[in-house]
């Protein structure tokens, strides 16, 4: 049996990954992939890295059959007024945008500054993030996808959090350049983007209520850069906690917390040079690596998760939960190990 998917808005960076890996997929066929810009182009034309493994072309949205599970991979605000339709296309659905992260519409309106175009539809997606949700995410016909920033501060964080630690968090997270998507920009102008260390958000930050509502409302700051990668997130997380905290305390509840699951790998090496996470080893895959030290005298422990936001951070975490949507084996067509060296 092979799962039938559509992506919605494939000429963009995360359609371009999730095709990338569901071309690979055992037990998943795309059946389309849609443009309204270029359809009737083959999708290889915007994904070279396809070629010789797909001979799909991009098709308007409104020529597309029913499917079993549908990608929307749209800009933010481009997916909730139209979600009827898009329930209507296909019995599973995963939207990778923001439009229906928070469960509330209060919250909803208070982050992003609008109103919610369909609230009533908020409370039935699952928050898309297995680490925590997997069982309702294993229940649910619709699924949302989780920031990349976000999901590399709730693994970072998801421990600690847990253990009921956290007084307060100062999150610095430096991202790549695709995390803002295909559409160019001034800031994207790759004179001005090229060898960037910009901080574009010193304060607050869309996916902190995202956040706050996976993990529980501690006191959370955060603070974005840009910096010289194309795929990457590298979240480093300055916990303050309200016990004293050893190392080894700390390897128990991360070891607690990933020791079974399948794409979070706790990194803290005595030897070598990648001895904490690090972006570039996880380019291309679905993995998040963690890590900590606490540090001595102080009840400041740091955390850290490297992912990357096109894999973990998007695409990756999307094919996770549609395996997981339809009972198929949850690492289906996502071992991939990354390069070494890149
Ligand atoms: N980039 C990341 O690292 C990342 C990570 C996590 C989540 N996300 C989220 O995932 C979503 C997609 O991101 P992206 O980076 O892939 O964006 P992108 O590169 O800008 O691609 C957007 C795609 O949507 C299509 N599109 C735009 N407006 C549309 C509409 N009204 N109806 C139908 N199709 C439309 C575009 O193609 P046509 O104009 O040809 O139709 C394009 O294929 C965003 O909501 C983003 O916030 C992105």
Redesign the pocket.
Known sequence: MSVRVGI??????????LARLLVGHPRAEIAWV??????GWPVSSLHPNLRGFTDLK?VA?DDVEPVDVAF?????G??AG?IERYTQLAERVVD????FRLSDAELYEATYGEPHPAPAWLDRFAYGLPEVYRDRIRGSKLVS????NA?AVNLALLPLARAGVIERVVADVKV?S??????PSGSSHHPERSHAVRTFAPTTHRHEAEIRQALGDFDLHFTGTAIELVRGVLATCHVFVNRDLTDRDLWGMYRDAYAAEPFVRVVKERRGLYRFPEPKIVAGTNFADVSFVAEEGSRRVVTMCAID??GK??AGSAVQSMNLMCGLEETDGLLFPGLHPV
């Open positions: 919605i808005g494939g000429t963009g960076y995360t359609g371009g990954e849609t443009s309204r810009s270029r359809a991009f949205p929307l991979c749209l800009p933010h481009q997916t139209n990778l945008s923001s439009d996808g989780v920031g990349c999901t790549g695709s995390e803002s998507g295909a559409e936001n096109l951070g998007a």
